[in-house]
């Protein structure tokens, strides 16, 4: 079961490493994009949506590099907010589906809740 934790701990670090790459693309390529743009106000509308976008994707991604360190650690909290966050991962079909299955399927296995409350009391 230690191997399965520690697959989802990487797959949750991965996760939130490619959003974080895929914010930087999106707010790279509309402020780019606002730059070029002909009227003044389509600019500045490109870049409210790129800021916008960006400040959503790294808020997605911090809390699934958080849980992913915490997994490794073998913290409780950790194996609880990655639960929440496979939930959530679930809706994002395919790959994000696939990754909240297994994250879900191998944290609540007695194994792996046993392996977390042996190790409980260090925080």
Known sequence: MERHINVVAALQIGMSIFNLLIAFLIFTVLKLVGGFAPEPNAGKILSIIADALAILFILISVPGILAGMGLYKRREWARILTLVLSVIEIFS?????????YSIWA??????????????GNL
């Not at 079909?93 to 299955?101: D, E, L, S, Y």
């Not at 609540?108 to 809740?113: G, L, T």
């Open 93 to 101: 079909f395919p790959i994000g589906t696939a990754i909240g299955i």
């Open 107 to 120: 944290l609540v296995q007695p194994e792996a809740v046993a392996e977390f409350n042996a190790d409980s």
